[in-house]
């Protein structure tokens, strides 16, 4: 990942409400959330959110897919740990792999 690339994605995790949608969605694993739950979960109206989770796909780190007559949204693993590695790729000098940490999305079953 590229400095710019990083800027982008801390910017869009750097308000209180996105990080908040972000994080459910770490949670939430391959499945995802749909755009209703997560507003509903976060207690936020329609366009409040559609506005948040356009700064987070444009920043790389959502992705999403009409299901229907809904949208479901993903956390893009990937890029969430293309961040984490670069922001820890310095970390702990010449013994990184020690400390550098990694994600795995895992299934959640639904109850």
Do not use: W
């Given at each position: 990942?590229?400095?710019?690339?990083?800027?982008?994605?801390?910017?869009?995790?750097?308000?209180?409400?996105?990080?908040?949608?972000?994080?459910?969605?770490?949670?939430a694993?391959?499945?995802?959330?749909?755009?209703?739950?997560?507003?509903?979960?976060?207690?936020?109206?329609?366009?409040?959110?559609?506005?948040?989770?356009?700064?987070?796909?444009?920043?790389?780190?959502?992705?999403?897919?009409?299901?229907?007559r809904?949208?479901?949204?993903?956390?893009?693993?990937?890029?969430?740990?293309?961040?984490?590695?670069?922001?820890?790729?310095?970390?702990?000098?010449?013994?990184?792999?020690?400390?550098?940490?990694?994600?795995?999305?895992?299934?959640?079953?639904?109850?």
């Amino acid at each position: 990942m590229k400095a710019q690339e990083a800027v982008r994605a801390l910017a869009a995790l750097a308000h209180d409400s996105r990080l908040a949608a972000y994080r459910l969605l770490v949670q939430a694993g391959d499945e995802g959330l749909a755009v209703g739950e997560i507003g509903a979960r976060l207690n936020l109206p329609g366009a409040t959110l559609t506005s948040h989770l356009n700064v987070l796909r444009n920043a790389g780190l959502v992705r999403d897919v009409r299901e229907g007559r809904s949208i479901r949204c993903r956390a893009d693993y990937p890029r969430m740990n293309a961040l984490l590695a670069f922001l820890t790729e310095n970390c702990c000098g010449a013994a990184a792999a020690s400390c550098a940490p990694t994600c795995a999305p895992t299934r959640r079953k639904r109850p």
